[in-house]
């Protein structure tokens, strides 16, 4: 893969990554991270 | 008697400059870390931050359970929303990750990570032998990539309950990160806590008493050998936008680039080391400027005159 090739990957990632971003927005995973980092995680405190 | 004054600040102000750019990273670090666990009341309250702005993901290790963190950390983010019932796969986390790895690398590691810092700072502590790595790195450094996929991706969404509900395993059986911003935190703070204690708080009490005496010796053993946040932002080292060139028309080969190097990575030949937190300190130890980032140019004329082809990516 030449030099040219190669910097279209990082731009490709940051597209799919923004897309992945806006898919999960959609499914509502934001509420998953948000329930679970308001409350006190017992297992990341080390309490189970 | 003016002119003299006027060198005088001249001089200080060199070096200030100097000063400031020797110990940039560590100003950098420090903000970032305060900046985004800023919630002081949750120190003094023994609770944690319960504000919007949770549901957004920092880049780094930064516990959701430290009393001042205001965002999430995207390992633990990524296993509670695999091991929630409704879904499988956060497309919200890797999307997230897929981003900053693009850009960044693992710039993140070395820049923004307030885990990062605190084994940066261990290690300051003198001992009268620090050692660059393990004996059986090379072998020791798959143990990351063992742990992201096992502890993050597998078990958490393979071993559930009757109910379909799967447990954080990295988070409740790894984390030092966890132990050290949550855990103590609001266990000194809180009674309530207190009173639970339990083997799983020593388990983890004794894997990050063992990281942080190893620190000291070691550089970063928890970044090198076992964190899958680093495991995943080394994937995208050798294609991120911010990369690391060598200018192998200025380069001798004189190895003073991996000496510099904590991670003890041969730069002049590997400057994408998947290893790499791109501290920088190879950059600033090369004789013959001849590494050189995506966002500069190179110093020495050669790099225009070869138009980039003797430059190793
Ligand atoms: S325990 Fe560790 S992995 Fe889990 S949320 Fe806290 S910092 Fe992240
Ligand atoms: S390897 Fe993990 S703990 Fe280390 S700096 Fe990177 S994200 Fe933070
Ligand atoms: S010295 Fe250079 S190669 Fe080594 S970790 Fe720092 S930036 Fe990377």
Redesign the interface.
């Known amino acids: 893969m030449n030099?040219s090739q190669?910097k279209w990957?990082?731009?490709f990632?940051?597209v799919?990554?923004?897309?992945?971003?806006?898919?999960?927005?959609w499914?509502?995973?934001?509420?998953?991270?948000?329930?679970?980092?308001?409350n006190?995680?017992m297992?990341?405190?080390?309490?189970? | 008697m003016f002119s003299v004054r006027r060198s005088i600040f001249a001089w200080s102000v060199s070096v200030l400059v100097k000063k400031m750019k020797r110990h940039l990273r560590l100003m950098v670090q420090v903000c970032f870390t305060a900046l985004t666990n800023g919630y002081a009341a949750g120190f003094a309250k023994g609770t944690i931050y319960k504000g919007s702005t949770k549901m957004y993901c920092v880049p780094g290790l930064n516990c959701y359970s430290c009393p001042g963190a205001l965002g999430s950390c995207p390992i633990g983010s990524f296993q509670a929303v695999v091991t929630s019932r409704d879904h499988i796969f956060s497309f919200y986390v890797v999307g997230f990750l897929l981003l900053f790895g693009a850009i960044l690398g693992r710039f993140v590691c070395g820049w923004l990570c307030p885990f990062g810092l605190v084994q940066d700072l261990l290690h300051k502590i003198p001992f009268s032998k620090k050692w660059k790595k393990l004996p059986g790195d090379r072998v020791l450094r798959w143990l990351k990539y063992v742990v992201l996929m096992g502890f993050v991706v597998i078990l958490p969404l393979v071993v559930v309950d009757i109910v379909g509900q799967g447990q954080p395993w990295f988070c409740k059986y790894i984390c030092p990160s966890g132990t050290l911003f949550g855990g103590i935190p609001l266990i000194v703070s809180n009674p309530l806590l207190r009173s639970a204690l339990s083997w799983l708080f020593a388990w983890k009490m004794l894997i990050l008493v063992a990281l942080v005496l190893l620190s000291v010796v070691v550089y970063r053993p928890f970044c090198r050998y076992l964190c899958p946040l680093g495991a995943v932002y080394s994937v995208f080292n050798p294609i991120a936008l911010y990369r690391y060139r060598v200018n192998e028309a200025a380069c001798t080969q004189c190895k003073t680039c991996q000496t510099a190097c904590p991670m003890d990575i041969p730069v002049y030949q590997t400057p994408n080391s998947a290893e790499c937190i791109r501290c920088g300190k190879c950059k600033a130890a090369c004789p013959h400027q001849a590494i050189v980032s995506t966002l500069e140019k190179s110093k020495t004329p050669c790099q225009e005159k070869c138009g980039g082809m003797s430059l190793k990516k």
């Open positions: 030099e190669k990957i990082p731009i990632l940051i799919l990554g923004i897309c992945f971003v806006v898919i999960g927005v499914q509502q995973e934001t509420a998953d991270v948000f329930r679970k980092a308001v006190i995680c297992e990341c405190i080390g309490l189970g």
